[in-house]
């Protein structure tokens, strides 16, 4: 299984970021989740972005992108670096579901089959 | 009480006079007798009062996990009604002024230069504003967020037409307006404040089983009949607005966005230079801008496909798209070009409505649409801002057991207006659900501090003690229209009145 970012369905609200911090660290901030929203707020341009075990998912709205390890992204800002620096996402393994699948309030987050 | 699952703990008085930033504690004592958000807030204005203070607050449960916890309120005496009003804060303003440290930011006196402040990690910094003084609300927002290195740095701020001594200038919120109907945007610039900026790390504790309690609670509240949908016309089609009326800007409709911790995206952003269906990010700049003011959109119909260049103007000067409205439709002016140049001119010219002629009540512009008594009632009491819709949403009077009463459905919303700026709870989601009625905000404050006390009598209490104490400050100036005025309506404003003190 693996997490599922459905971008169009996002609604920038930002309750997975504390949600998975939560599984984290127990305490109510977004600073060290392993998803981050990026947004550029006057283009109204955003979506998720998911740090994993291999790789950094960006979901963009129109289309996901999977970037390496060290690779450059186009048009990401200082602002967004942090996620680089935050644990991988383990899909709260020892939880029945994910806390950001069970906080999204769109579904735009969801487990699919690998 | 466990206080650290709601608060920082600090107070931020900041005086322009003296040029000075000073931390007080927020006590136990504090939470104890007032709760937060506005209830707190006016405390801070009485114990500053003779400083011309404005105070921005934040609930108990502002930035935590309890659903639509967005909100917070800034106080202090309004320039058109000349009264003390809460306005509420939302969007990610005041999950960040929390965060970046402080519960309470006083702001005291005035400053013979223009300044800023600077909130981030438990320091305050009241820093030179002379590079942004003169910019609009969009280039101060830009180049604030440029100088901290981070574009997620909030802002409260004004745009020319606060710096020019508009009395209908309004508060910005980022490079958004906000509900601001009271002409505060003038109140910072009469003290050439230009900004608050706010960013911070901060985090808070959570009590055991909070977090699971509250996603019940989101749970139901996505059950309501409005979530099918998203977005501020869908609202405003709740609200009565005809699908015709909304066409001209329904076809300019990108995305919707949410509150912080909000299930419904009460904010549409409409495109303006570039297609609506456009996914991949813009190469301009501004290609739109983002509608979160209901009452401002309505205001602003009359304008049909003109309205998102001139929305688009209002926020860049900083002014309240409600007066706006009423002042372009007095005036006949429906063309965009036209209505661009009269706000560009409007931001600069100093006056208020009475000098344009538009007929309002103590000061404000009417709430379109509405003639309800209930509706005229909420605006004659001046406390909390009517940018917020005057009913409920998604449902009717009946849904949420009220009569046909106007007092007694004044009073359902004025109660939940100072609830959820007491608990610092979005108020449109105060609105939104019968599901999530006072009981089970009082519930959630009870649980995330551990308070037995927090009970919905107890809350609800606060909120009529609130309402008596701004009242006791000064009724709002003005007169009532002809249209308006009514034995009805003195009968109905004096059984409001004695219902606080009860």
Not at chain 2, 72 to 97: D, F, N, Y
Not at chain 2, 441 to 464: C, F, H, I, N, Y
Request: aromatic share 6%; charged share 25%; with cysteine.
């Amino acid at each position: 299984m693996e997490l599922s970012v459905e971008s169009l369905k996002c609604i920038g609200c930002r309750i997975c970021e504390y949600a998975c911090n939560y599984h984290h660290d127990m305490d109510c901030s977004p600073n060290g989740a392993s998803l981050m929203l990026h947004r550029a707020e006057k283009r109204d341009y955003f979506g998720m972005m998911v740090k994993r075990e291999k790789d950094l998912l960006l979901a963009r709205p129109e289309g996901p992108e999977v970037v390496p390890p060290g690779e450059q992204v186009e048009g990401a800002g200082a602002s967004s670096k942090p996620i680089l620096m935050r644990a991988p996402c383990d899909l709260c393994e020892d939880e029945d579901e994910p806390f950001c699948v069970k906080a999204c309030p769109t579904g735009c987050l969801s487990m699919v089959e690998s | 009480m466990d206080l650290e699952n709601a608060y920082m703990g600090r107070i931020l008085v900041a005086d322009l006079n003296e040029g000075t930033c000073e931390e007080e504690e927020l006590t136990e004592e504090m939470v104890n007798e007032h709760i937060g958000g506005a209830a707190i807030n006016l405390a801070l204005y009485k114990q500053h009062a003779d400083r011309n203070p404005i105070v921005f607050g934040t609930g108990l449960l502002t930035g935590t996990f309890a659903p639509s916890s967005c909100a917070g309120v800034m106080t202090g005496k309004s320039p058109v009604s000349g009264r003390v009003c809460h306005v509420p804060l939302s969007w990610q303003t005041a999950v960040e002024i929390k965060y970046s440290g402080y519960d309470f930011v006083v702001v005291l006196g005035e400053s013979e230069k223009p300044v800023r402040l600077w909130l981030h990690d438990e320091l305050a910094e009241l820093a030179d504003a002379e590079e942004v003084w003169g910019q609009d609300v969009w280039q101060t927002t830009d180049k604030l967020r440029y100088e901290h290195g981070d574009d997620y740095v909030q802002l409260i701020g004004i745009g020319p037409a606060g710096e020019k001594g508009c009395r209908v200038a309004q508060i910005s919120e980022g490079a958004w307006g906000s509900r601001d109907v009271f002409g505060m945007g003038f109140t910072l610039g009469a003290r050439k404040l230009k900004a608050i900026a706010m960013r911070g790390l901060g985090s808070l504790e959570v009590a055991d089983g909070f977090l699971d309690e509250c996603l019940e609670v989101q749970q139901g509240l996505r059950k309501g009949a409005i979530f099918e949908k998203q977005g501020l016309l869908a609202l405003l089609e709740d609200l009565g607005v005809s699908a015709a009326d909304l066409e001209p800007i329904q076809q300019k409709v990108h995305r919707h966005s949410a509150a912080f911790n909000c299930a419904y995206a009460a904010n549409t952003y409409l495109m303006i230079d570039e297609p609506p269906g456009l996914l991949e990010e813009s190469k301009q700049d501004e290609p739109g801008l983002l509608l979160n003011d209901p009452a401002g959109v309505i205001s602003l119909l009359f304008l049909k496909e003109g309205l998102p260049v001139v929305l688009r103007e209002i926020n860049r000067q900083g002014l309240d798209p409600v007066a706006c409205g009423a002042l372009l439709a007095k005036e006949g002016v429906s063309e965009a070009e036209e209505a661009v140049k009269r706000v560009k001119a409007l931001a600069g010219e100093g006056v208020g409505l009475e000098d344009a002629g538009v007929e309002n009540v103590y000061g404000l512009a009417p709430w379109p649409l509405s003639e309800a008594l209930e509706a005229r009632l909420i605006q004659a009491v001046s406390i909390f801002s009517h940018a917020v819709p005057l009913s409920p949403l998604g449902g009717g009077w009946a849904d949420v057991s009220v009569g046909e009463d106007p007092a007694e459905r004044a009073q359902w919303w004025l109660d939940r207006m100072a609830v959820s700026s007491i608990l610092g709870i979005c108020p449109i989601a105060a609105l939104l659900s019968p599901e999530f009625g006072i009981e089970k905000m009082a519930e959630l404050g009870a649980k995330a501090v551990d308070w037995d006390g927090l009970t919905e009598e107890a809350l609800l209490k606060q909120a009529r003690k609130l309402l008596a104490e701004t009242h006791a400050l000064g009724e709002a100036g003005g007169t009532v229209p002809s249209s308006w005025a009514s034995a009805d309506l003195d009968g109905a404003l004096e059984k409001l009145r004695q219902g606080w003190e009860g």
